[in-house]
């Protein structure tokens, strides 16, 4: 399926003030806000030479896979994203959902797999991933799931190079069991990309 599809809904940017978690700095908080920012752009129809330089630079699209990147401080930042290609229930109301790999070559832990699910998870919850028959725990809080600080977000990583699809499942506060399919056709090219962008 092309990305193109899978975006029907816009990424409108609000809410996003609010992105943060145990573990998330300032930064990471200021970088998603101009991510989403970018991605509206894209999906509204603009190119990116229409965005101010200050803002993050398209790397290119990879089927169902978006890349860019973006210079925060004097360092390059390469991220890739991609939104769910169907999420149920449908009956529930939530914001942007998206999943998102970031590679900061300066950070002591380089790569991050992160999951923004449109919804407060339930407080001292777990999201499970689904790879094939693999599955993972994510930690989570407020609207983000991520790999737990005893975990490895390059294992996860390489599960999502040889899989097909990504399911993550999680339980918002109110008690809705949440489920989101994401297609990883694109997946390993958009890694490579920014891999070598920011390398």
Not at 30 to 56: C, D
Request: aromatic content about 10%; glycine content about 6%.
């Amino acid at each position: 399926m092309a990305f193109s599809k899978i975006c029907s809904v816009k990424f409108t940017g609000v809410g996003l003030e609010k992105i943060s978690r145990i573990g998330y700095s300032p930064f990471m908080s200021r970088f998603l806000v101009r991510i989403i920012f970018a991605f509206s752009l894209v999906m509204a129809g603009f190119t990116p030479a229409l965005a101010q330089q200050k803002e993050p630079r398209a790397l290119g699209t990879f089927n169902d896979w978006l890349a860019y990147s973006w210079i925060e401080n004097g360092h390059k930042v390469c991220y890739m994203l991609s939104r769910p290609t169907k999420s149920l229930p449908t009956n529930v109301n939530r914001g942007d959902i998206y999943l998102m790999v970031t590679f900061r070559p300066q950070s002591k832990s380089k790569e991050e797999v992160s999951h923004v699910t449109g919804y407060p998870y339930k407080k001292n919850s777990t999201a499970e991933v689904e790879i094939g028959n693999k599955k993972y725990t994510l930690a989570t809080d407020k609207d983000v799931a991520w790999v737990p600080e005893n975990q490895s977000d390059e294992t996860l990583i390489k599960a999502m190079k040889r899989g097909a699809k990504l399911v993550i499942r999680g339980r918002s506060e109110r008690g809705t069991l949440t489920t989101d399919t994401y297609s990883l056709q694109g997946f390993t090219a958009a890694h490579r990309q920014i891999r070598k962008s920011c390398t």
